[in-house]
């Protein structure tokens, strides 16, 4: 079983950037789809950005043109490029295959100050 490590979080002001980092244990080149979710306390995992293995991208509507998926193959790695943050774009930040693997990795806080 692939085990993910989300790093690259931290306090940032609106406005600033950060790139997340998702390392797996063994290769992702056969996982199709790599994804990007967050969470806030109380409320559900949403879903913020995928990619495909062919570097198909999709991202959550109110990300669209800040946030930029990335993976490669070769490192095991899957990024994610935040720009412009935003407070609500506070949470806790973590990576998976689509569909899940069973075993999330810890997360990467991020919290955007106003």
């Known amino acids: 079983q692939v085990q993910l490590v989300e790093s690259g979080g931290g306090l940032v002001q609106a406005g600033g950037s950060l790139r997340l980092s998702c390392t797996a244990s063994g290769s992702i080149f056969r996982l199709n789809v790599m994804a990007w979710y967050r969470q806030v306390p109380g409320n559900q995992r949403e879903l913020v950005a995928t990619v495909t293995k062919y570097s198909t991208t999709n991202y959550l509507s109110s990300v669209k043109g800040r946030f930029t998926i990335s993976r490669d193959n070769a490192k095991n790695t899957v990024y994610l490029q935040m720009n412009s943050l935003k407070p609500e774009d506070t949470g806790v930040y973590y990576c998976?295959?689509?569909?899940?693997?069973?075993?999330w990795g810890q997360g990467t806080q991020v919290t955007v100050s106003s």
């Open positions: 998976n295959a689509v569909p899940n693997l069973s075993s």
